[in-house]
């Protein structure tokens, strides 16, 4: 099994930023936040919105 070192380290206020787009609050990111989210793979730009991925989803259901 791969290392927790494989998964990118979030901050509190990243993961935080996740679970609101998870809850439907894109609105609320940060765009600093919105920005990492999208180069992680966590969160993508789809018909001029943003949704949640499967790996953001990964990512929350995680905990980290």
Known sequence: MAP???VPP???EE???LRDGAKGLMHRIPIEH???LI???YIE???GGLRLT????TRIAQGK
Request: charged content about 30%; proline content about 0%.
């Open 54 to 57: 499967n790996a953001g989803r």
């Open 45 to 47: 730009e789809l018909l």
């Open 4 to 6: 927790d070192l494989a």
């Open 39 to 41: 180069e992680l793979g």
């Open 15 to 17: 993961f935080v930023s």
């Open 10 to 12: 979030l901050t509190h």
């Open 34 to 36: 919105k920005k990492r």
